[in-house]
């Protein structure tokens, strides 16, 4: 088909309408239900048998999924590396495009809708998982599942992680594409079996059970938001003050009717000292007043320089009169921005990597920090994980496996300003909290912080850039739900398919002339 054909151009607008559909579906909007139609736009603009074309078509959609998705990355790092993240997840989609061309050159799947929606969700959920683990380490942000926590189709994550969300999400937007090629031939019982998918997955989902229940006591928690003076990258050049603030925060929940003792453990955010209180004396001795004050631990996020070198990005579980007797260092240290892959190679496209002097370290054990409570007379494994963590499953469920019995998500949003960031990291908590049935808590420095039930209903709420305490009594739950005993093999067995699909559909493609296959949404 020539590049003149106007019909050709107007898919390239479907997929931009499709990409910026699904952006929507995302916080600060948060319309989840514009998720399956931007999915069902963006499969209609890929009709064509054409692996450049429908390429193309992937990356438009990318585009206008993820250059408004992240505009957060602007507030704290600039234009180009905002616009570069961009692109580069953007070409994940194109990836996508070429390969559902040549999945569905198989005539199994030309010929049959039922197939198309399947390879099309396979390979979709296949690709997520790519980018969510390469390269550096991957990069989840954007994954559908996260559109989804107010979404009837949010309690899958209970039986399959995000993994299974996404895929819901997917199959329903291409149930809604099929239907609409189905209507526009007036094929009447295609429309409404299609239309059905899309009800069948919506009630499935509000079918499956939501235990919320403590199984083993309660856990009586506080939170402090200390805030910072100004938001930014420059917002810990005043480290004492950060920290004062965090101190104030924890006197503070002592004027909220709590008496000292009242607490099992005071939840301080990422980055609440920058002022490592192992090595400076006066930061130890306020912060362990501020312990005695409230009669409880405190888990402290602070920043570690080995002699080695580098720096670890740590939570300290300090008690009072006795220091820091547990803690947890950050696994999974953020790309160019904690630490500087490829360093020569980035300077001359942003300055900003200069701001990294010291590149981060990735800590090595899961994220659980036990903690010995007298009320309770045991000890409770508390889940740990740091800032962009609760985007990546592994490392989530690990701490659960471990026998975390709740979870606390530890952030710092400062450098992000009045961005969506922090609540689009709050729907991604929420899901957690669903996926593994844990009561989570996500406590930032300077919002959005947050108490989440296990079913991933928001018990409190602060608003950014404000001083605030949260003070909750978390349901303590030891069982693992089906998605935490299934792990990492439902990624893999998608992948797996994903690959098998697309070389299927390559090699039945060359016993088919490309002027006998149809379109897929036919």
Known sequence: MPARDPSRWWSAVLALLGGLLTWTAFPDLGWWFAAGPGIALLFLAMRRDSARWNALLGFVWGLAFFVPLLTWADDAVGPVPWLALSVAEAGFLALLGAAWSW???????????????????????????????????????????????????????????????????VAAG?????????????????TL???????????????????????????????????????????????????????AGTYA??????????????????????????????????????????????????????????????????????GPVARYSKQRPAPFAEYIPLRSLVRPFSSAVDLVRND???????????????????????????????AYDGIVREAVREGAEVLVVQTNNASFGYSAESTQQLAMAR???????????????????????????????????????????LPLRQSLTPAARLGAWPSGIVGALALVMTAAGTAGARRVRRADRPDPAA
């Open 103 to 169: 999945a569905r050159r198989g005539e199994a799947v030309w010929r049959r809708a039922s197939l198309q929606l399947v390879v099309f969700v396979v390979l979709w959920v296949a690709v997520e998982e790519l980018r969510s683990l390469w390269p550096f380490g991957g990069f989840p942000w954007g994954r559908l599942a996260f559109s989804q926590a107010d979404s009837p189709l949010a309690p899958l994550a209970r039986l399959g992680g995000a993994p299974l969300v996404s895929a819901a999400v």
């Open 193 to 247: 079996g299609r239309l059905a998918v899309v009800g069948a997955l919506l009630v499935v989902g509000m079918l499956v059970p939501m235990d919320t229940r403590a199984e083993d006591g309660t856990l009586s928690v506080g939170a402090v938001q200390g805030n910072v003076a100004q938001p930014g990258l420059h917002a810990f050049d005043q480290r004492r003050e950060v920290l004062d603030n965090h101190l």
């Open 174 to 190: 291409v149930a809604l594409a099929l239907a609409w090629s189905a209507a526009r031939r007036f094929a009447l019982l295609p």
């Open 253 to 322: 929940l002592l004027d909220q009717g709590v008496a000292p003792g009242d607490l099992d453990v005071v939840l301080w955010p990422e980055n609440g000292t920058d002022i490592d209180p192992q090595v400076d004396a006066a930061a130890a001795a306020d912060i362990d007043a501020a312990a005695r004050a409230v009669g409880a631990p405190l888990l402290v996020g602070t920043i570690e320089y080995p002699e080695s070198g580098g720096r670890y990005n740590t939570s300290l579980l300090w008690e009072p009169g006795k």
């Open 360 to 390: 981060m370290l990735p800590g090595t054990e899961p994220g659980v920090v036990p903690l010995a409570s007298e009320r309770l007379g045991r000890t409770v494994r508390i889940g740990d994980v740091i800032c962009f963590e609760v």
């Open 431 to 473: 899901l957690r909290a669903v996926e593994l049935g844990r009561a989570t808590v996500q406590v930032s420095t300077v919002g959005v912080s947050a108490v989440i039930a296990p079913n991933g209903t928001v018990a409190q709420q602060t608003e950014l850039f404000t001083p605030a305490q949260l003070v909750a009594r």
